[in-house]
């Protein structure tokens, strides 16, 4: 029987992928609710029509047959709505970044531990991209050994005057660190396999954007693991001539071989996303990616209704949140003791 799905809180854009996809596997949409009127208001009821908007979310909440909640509210809204959601017996999947705060992250695992339900982050750079899709599946065949380390990179397109204030107010959207690259961790303790990690070092920085001083616009980590290390690098300064949002790139380095990731666009060649670049004893060559699968949420329809973890682990969101708030807050901490420039 196909599961039944809502949404609560439609802030962030990335809410309409969430319902396509789950769409895609069968999933059938039963309503939404949302905070006023947000400017993905306009968007989301051109994409859904026929979807019930509910004015009262425990409608939703308390309703026995619904089986899963998507949330991408404000930043910092979205720890109280999957708590509740798992309170009334749902499981969620979230926008990145899942929550904002420590606090945050330590109330939803009491209460994921405590109901036995499902928190699932949509880490979209990784579930929606068809050529990380492939490189998982090359690695898992030994296609260039061990990774041992993971070079990210996630730059983005500021598009300042169509952002809603609380973009730009860091106790709601959290910081750079804490937000885009989470991404980046994912794709880390993904394909070194890491379970945990120290952070070496962590910035983020205002460089370019003083009218706005809460933003942060720049954001590097360097992480290590006892078999692997990684370096992130996120960013709000894609250019605007760039014919997408951002020239988001993953670099592995194997034991046995390197591959490269150019997952939005080719400078220079229009059109051609899901580039993968590998290299080998054997092989050194390009392949398109673009028709690689997203089994992301077919698994997670599928553990919702088997109790089982084939789209991810029950502690691997834990972890990358907390690693992308630990280092929010390493960056925070060094920024303050250096004092202003």
């Known amino acids: 029987m196909p599961i039944k799905f809502a949404a609560v809180g439609i802030d962030h854009r990335h809410i309409y992928d969430q319902i396509v996809h789950m769409r895609a596997v069968g999933g059938a949409f039963a309503g939404w609710w949302t905070e006023g009127t947000p400017g993905t208001l306009d968007g989301f009821l051109k994409r859904f029509p026929e979807a019930e908007r509910v004015v009262d979310r425990r409608r939703i909440m308390e309703d026995p047959s619904i089986d899963l909640i998507l949330i991408a509210a404000v930043n910092a809204d979205r720890a109280a709505l999957a708590i509740e959601a798992m309170e009334h017996g749902k499981d969620v999947m979230v926008d990145k970044p899942g929550c904002t705060t420590l606090d945050q992250l330590a109330s939803i695992r009491e209460m994921a531990d405590r109901t036995g339900r499902i928190w699932s982050v949509n880490f979209s750079e990784r579930f929606q991209v068809p050529a990380v899709s492939k490189a998982a599946e090359l690695v898992a065949q030994g296609a260039i050994g061990r990774v041992v380390q993971t070079l990210g990179l996630g730059p983005h397109r500021l598009n300042k005057a169509t952002r809603p204030d609380w973009f730009f107010q860091r106790a709601r959207y959290g910081g750079v660190l804490c937000d885009i690259a989470s991404h980046q961790i ?16 962590a910035r983020a920085e205002n460089f370019a954007n003083p009218e706005t001083p809460e933003l942060e616009d720049f954001g590097e980590i360097s992480l290590r693991a006892p078999d692997a290390s990684g370096y992130i690098r996120v960013d ?34 229009s059109g051609r996303s899901d580039n993968l670049y590998l290299v080998n004893g054997a092989r050194c060559e390009y392949i398109d990616a673009r028709d690689a699968t997203l089994p992301y949420f077919e698994n997670l329809a ?40």
């Not at 014919?243 to 046995?256: A, H, N, Q, S, V």
């Open 302 to 341: 599928r553990d919702i209704q088997d109790g089982t973890e084939t789209a991810m682990s029950r502690t691997h969101p834990f972890a990358v949140t907390e690693l992308a708030l630990r280092a929010q807050a390493l960056a925070d901490k060094t920024r303050r003791d250096a004092g202003p420039s």
């Open 236 to 269: 709000w300064h894609t250019p605007d001539a760039l014919p997408t949002w951002g020239d988001g790139r993953l670099f592995l380095l194997g034991t046995e071989g390197a591959i490269e990731l150019r997952k939005y666009c080719e400078l220079g060649q």
């Open 186 to 201: 994912d794709q880390f303790l993904t394909f070194t396999g890491a379970e945990a990690a120290e952070i070496a070092m």
